[in-house]
């Protein structure tokens, strides 16, 4: 069965909100994962991605390869917000 965008966005809040210390209400979509906006700090994405790579692997029986040259890039990262992450996960799973 396959994991929905929902669940994907859903799981990386509640990543996010234990780092954080934040009420996973606060987080959405559009919650920046790089860049000057950011509410995780480098440690914490590095924690993330670590969380995300599990879960991609064991959820969505994918790999997830977070150390591409443009992972990084505030223009074209599939990082830049957990929206963004939440919908590259999503389509790395096997139909």
């Known amino acids: ?3 929905t965008y929902d669940e994907v966005e859903s799981f ?3 990543e996010i909100a234990v780092m954080t210390g934040r009420a996973e209400g606060e987080i959405t979509a ?3 994962l790089i860049g000057p906006n950011r509410v995780v700090d480098s440690a914490d994405l590095v924690m993330l991605l670590l969380a995300a790579e599990d879960f991609a692997r064991e959820t969505l ?5 977070w150390t591409s040259d443009s ?3 505030e223009a074209r990262s ?3 917000s957990v929206g963004t ?3 590259h996960l999503v389509t790395l ?3």
């Open 30 to 32: 559009d919650t920046g």
């Open 85 to 87: 992450l939440a919908q």
């Open 61 to 65: 029986s994918a790999e997830f390869d």
């Open 12 to 14: 990386l809040r509640g």
């Open 1 to 3: 069965m396959a994991v």
């Open 93 to 95: 799973q096997k139909p």
């Open 71 to 73: 992972a990084m890039s």
């Open 78 to 80: 599939n990082l830049r």
